[in-house]
């Protein structure tokens, strides 16, 4: 049997016509006609019903395309991955990631990544909102907290601690709090996807806060830059606030009391093949990642 004549009566399967077919492997729709019929032969079975415009397999066509046409594309695919292997890497990579996440942590670990490997350019969607990934064309998606997503394979990145912080000025105002329950005698910049606040006691004491809110953003930044004014108390990511915290700007408490951490996660579609440019992005991260560890 030619695996050529084979490979031609897969794709006329595929295109829904020879003359389909032709035009998509840039022959004449006598050669196609040729390569199937000569298919026919050497098998000795009639494999389809054809026109120029249509055809319609029969019995014995429609299990043998079944049975070849997953060997044909676990071929391709072996191939596919052989080339991301040997050639350089290129192409487009669409990325989305929380908006404080990527201006605090993440951004830094992409431009490292864009250096390494100047032929892979990224498309970066930098949201506080869960946007839809298929729609969306992503690629690589980055999320904070739990996640379930049918066929997509969510990897844990990082388990993200926080801290409870406010300015010199507002404790000089309205006091230090030594524990939770005294939260609720101040007021409190919280963020939109984390409006209630979990502690756990130095002798595993569990508390639920849901203070005073003051204000309520979606963007981690703006509520860090509202505790340096001196407007409330706020319970952010390390990533946020460590650098204001070492120069002094915030203030840490109640340090026997830890803050419910948040994973966060690396997501990707749930594939057999994973493109080289987003497989090599994949694994740059997780590199980085290790070294927080």
């Not at 690589?140 to 912080?165: K, T, Y």
């Not at 006691?201 to 830059?225: H, M, Y």
Request: glycine share 4%.
């Amino acid at each position: 049997m030619n695996y050529q004549d084979l490979y031609i009566f897969l794709k006329v399967v595929e295109r829904g016509s020879f003359l389909s077919a032709s035009e998509s492997l840039s022959v004449p729709t006598s050669t196609v006609s040729r390569k199937v019929q000569q298919l026919e032969h050497d098998l000795g079975y009639k494999l389809m019903h054809r026109s120029a415009r249509k055809m319609v397999l029969t019995e014995a066509g429609e299990k043998f395309h079944n049975r070849c046409q997953p060997l044909f594309t676990e071929l391709e695919f072996a191939a596919k991955e052989l080339d991301d292997e040997l050639a350089e890497p290129s192409g487009l990579l669409r990325v989305t990631a929380p908006v404080s996440l990527t201006n605090d942590l993440l951004a830094e670990w992409f431009f490292k990544f864009m250096e390494r490997f100047p032929r892979i350019n990224l498309e970066l969607i930098v949201v506080n909102r869960n946007i839809d990934l298929v729609e969306e064309g992503v690629d690589v998606a980055f999320r904070i907290g739990d996640v379930h997503m049918q066929n997509w394979i969510s990897r844990p990145l990082m388990e993200s601690s926080f801290s409870v912080c406010a300015s010199d000025d507002y404790l000089s105002r309205r006091g230090i709090p030594k524990h939770p329950e005294e939260l609720y005698q101040h007021t409190l910049i919280v963020s939109r996807r984390t409006p209630v606040w979990n502690f756990n006691g130095p002798l595993g004491e569990k508390v639920k806060i849901a203070g005073q809110v003051r204000l309520k953003v979606d963007e981690l930044n703006l509520a860090a830059r509202a505790a340096e004014n001196g407007l409330g108390i706020v319970n952010l990511p390390d990533y946020v606030v460590e650098k204001l915290i070492s120069a002094g700007r915030l203030t840490k408490l109640m340090p026997s009391w830890q803050p419910h951490p948040r994973d966060v996660h690396m997501l990707y579609p749930e594939r057999k093949y994973i493109p080289g440019k987003a497989r090599l992005f994949i694994e740059f991260i997780m590199s980085q990642a290790q070294e927080l560890s």
